[in-house]
């Protein structure tokens, strides 16, 4: 009893911060500076929420909507080929190849970003929507995660397949794809929360107004202190921003949050 | 089509991406380091980016700031997310995946969308300083000194990434064979014994690397210190070599510092090889 209560206070303690946000983001400033906050606002506002998308350029829209796309794409196949190739083939420098794909991790990434943003130039994708996806789509855990899951998919079927004459590509899209949906879906929901979160990569890349996600714009937006209308609430302001990129990330948890924690916690059980 | 050539060219996206943003750039911030770069026309300076290390004040101030944040993160991750384990491993299934939920809710939500919160809730006159307050302490300004910034940074840090740790070490946990617990039990081992003799010793592996992830993880912060608090007191090594490189523009002395943060990472993980191989 004690251990449940427990828990449900953690779980208190978790979503107390996001709530808190919430509401500050429906107040205007004496509601956001009122101690002890309201845990239900009492007379919400929209203005924080006019504020920012005001201020904000219906092109970012459309940038964020397809760096999440692309970063969904190329992330998830990226991931799977290359971790479906390390679980159920073997091949010269396998180890070596296993090796050099899982090193960025033991990198802190934005020592990287020094280098990457060299390279960027030199590939003529400096500032582009390109630039600010490529360089960010590789991802070890996403790998890894994939050769634990596809592992577990046992060769015999496989075999079977083979001996049928089914070829590679038909064994992938009939046998292994199908069984394959929890990984697939927690992979991208990793691409595009990634991409949707990767504030400063994008920051540097996308120097121009009109080639800025949501993210970059409206965070640079809120934290002009010299705007008027941002300076009028800024916490309340700067909330709001949070909320509404909260939103699509919650969305899309909430309806793959099974499959996420299957995928995760069955390849690792295995 | 053979099975070797299937694998081939299965990995050729993965390696094409490795190489050119990963590889190439492992390649290029060694070319950098020795050089003064304007984009222009870069000049080659020998060893000066790596010597003016040496002379530079605030860079020993963040490597400093970055030995605290290390022991207080690397320790807020692995109590807290162990103590949780521990806290849901007897209870059923349902609770497990409460659990799982909600602490990925904050992962989920990412460094630069919380930090909106924590802007609000460690302000001066925000929601931790009411109740301060209401013990009779005088409000603190959180991230405008070094003493109470790094620990509430690493505080809020570990709220953030806790949440992957736990996932991943109860899902370990919950592969343990259950006759071991039940054997313990017939034995007259208490829960606390079992934790402690059974469970841990069987998760070293995991452990040990989740406490070298977290070490690394502890030099990587960028984001929620120059969100919150882009301070010279609260600065990390790679907040440092961020500024240095993006908003000084000195990207070759930026790349000399990154150079020093590898070697230091490279040695730290052989130590941690060395240690784990000698423990088994």
Known sequence: MIRKITVLMLVVILLLPLWLMIIGSFQDINGV????????????????????????????FFNSAFIVILSIVLSVGISCSAGYAMAHFDFKFKKLIWILLLSQIMIPIITLYIPRYVVIKHLGISGTIWGAVFPCVLSPMGIYLAKIYFETIPDSIMESARLDGASEIRILRSIVVPISKPIITALALFGGVGSLSNYIWQMLVLQKTARQPLLVGLMKAVNNF????MRLNPLGRC???????????????????????????????? | MSNKRAAYILLIPGLVF??????????????????????????????????KIFSDKTFYTALLNNVFYMVLYT????????????????????????????????????????SQTWKYIFHINGPINWIIAKLGIKPVAFFQSGVTGIPTISAILTFQIF??????????????????????????????????????????????MMILLNVIGSFGVVETVLL??????????????????????????GAAQAILLFIFIIGLTLVKNRVSKEEA
């Open chain 2, 228 to 253: 919150l608090a882009p301070y010279e007191h609260t600065a990390t090594v790679t907040y440092h070599i961020y500024q240095t490189a993006f908003v000084i523009g000195k990207y070759g002395y």
């Open chain 1, 33 to 60: 500076m009122k101690m002890p906050p309201d845990l239900l606002p009492k007379d919400p506002t929209l203005k924080n929420y006019t504020a920012i998308l005001g201020s904000a350029d219906i092109r970012w």
């Open chain 1, 226 to 229: 010299s705007d008027p209308i």
């Open chain 1, 239 to 270: 909330m709001a921003v949070g909320s509404f990129l909260l939103f699509p990330i919650i969305i899309i948890f909430a309806f793959t949050s099974r499959y996420f924690t299957e995928g995760i916690s069955g390849a690792i059980k295995e």
């Open chain 2, 163 to 208: 949440g992957i740790y736990v996932i991943i070490l109860l899902a370990n946990m919950l592969s343990i064979d259950k006759q071991i617990f039940d054997a313990a039990k017939i034995d007259g081992a208490s829960n606390g014994q079992i934790n402690r003799f059974i469970i841990l010793p069987l998760m070293k592996k995991q452990l040990g």
């Open chain 2, 75 to 114: 320790a807020g991750v692995c109590i807290v997310s162990l103590s949780t384990c521990f806290l849901v491993f007897n209870l059923p299934k349902k609770w497990h995946d409460l659990t799982r939920f909600v602490v990925y809710v904050p992962v989920i939500s990412s460094g630069v969308i919380l």
């Open chain 2, 18 to 51: 490795f190489l050119l943003f990963v590889g190439w750039p492992l390649i290029e911030v060694v070319r950098l380091s020795f050089f003064k770069i304007n984009f222009i026309n870069d000049k080659f300076v020998g060893l000066k980016n790596y010597l």
